[in-house]
């Protein structure tokens, strides 16, 4: 069975914070990994890794895989109270292209 | 505008009473999912389906029922529904390999 971990749960940081959310998988037949961002509605795509090692990036936000080490971190830097959301980890497998999502990360930016 | 569209977005019915969620895209995409996100259990698969016609089972699937004879319609069916079913549904399309865009999302109370 495909598990998708995500670490912590749950964190609060102050404006202007850098933040670290971890992801980490054990699944058979990876495609891909990607993360979201759900606020109080659906959950909005932020990147898509394929590949080990090359860092994908969009302004405060940048995220990297380890295929090698089967993990994948998204990182925020100078945070601002609009970054508080869920932030969702998926790994696609497969040859029916499945995503199995992560329990989420509920991150809190206090001003 | 491309988006993918879920109809009702509010539901409170009874236990037992039949009721179809539907779901639409404009994106021509293959891919298309239903899920079902609650609290502490992140979101589940419910079913995908892959193609016209082509349909399989999620993680949880039981309960539900769904169908694609059109391309950019995928239905979620529950014929008897019961209060263990009571969650927030989101319906998700994609391109295979491609990002997922999820729908508004479903908020279905059964009592």
């Known amino acids: 069975e495909d598990k998708v971990v995500q670490s912590p749960l749950s964190l609060v940081v102050h404006e202007g914070d850098t933040v670290t959310l971890n992801c980490s998988y054990e699944v058979t037949n990876f495609r891909s990994l990607l993360w979201y961002k759900q606020e109080k509605k659906a959950p909005t795509f932020l990147f898509m890794l394929?590949?080990?090692?090359i860092e994908k990036k969009s302004g405060r936000l940048s995220s990297i895989l380890d295929k090698k080490e089967l993990f994948s971190i998204l990182n925020i830097t100078a945070t601002q109270t609009g970054d508080s959301a869920v932030y969702l980890c998926?790994?696609?497998?497969?040859?029916?292209?499945?995503?199995?999502f992560g329990k989420g990360i509920t991150l809190s930016v206090r001003p | 505008e491309a988006q993918v569209t879920q109809n009702p977005r509010y539901l409170i019915t009874v236990t037992g009473k039949k009721l179809t969620v539907t779901c639409s895209q404009n994106?021509?995409?293959?891919?298309m999912s239903w899920y079902r996100q609650d609290p502490g259990l992140g979101l589940r698969q419910i079913y995908y389906?892959?193609?016209?016609?082509?349909?399989d089972k999620g993680d949880v699937p039981e309960g539900y029922k769904v169908s694609r004879k059109e391309k950019r319609n995928f239905p979620l069916i529950l014929e008897s529904p019961s209060p263990n079913q009571t969650s927030l549904y989101f319906c998700?399309?994609?391109?295979?390999?491609?990002?997922?865009?999820f729908g508004p999302g479903t908020r279905l109370t059964v009592l």
């Open positions: 998700a399309s994609r391109l295979v390999g491609g990002t997922q865009f």
């Open positions: 394929t590949s080990s090692g």
């Open positions: 998926a790994v696609e497998t497969g040859a029916n292209s499945k995503l199995t």
């Open positions: 994106m021509n995409h293959e891919y």
């Open positions: 389906s892959m193609n016209v016609e082509v349909t």
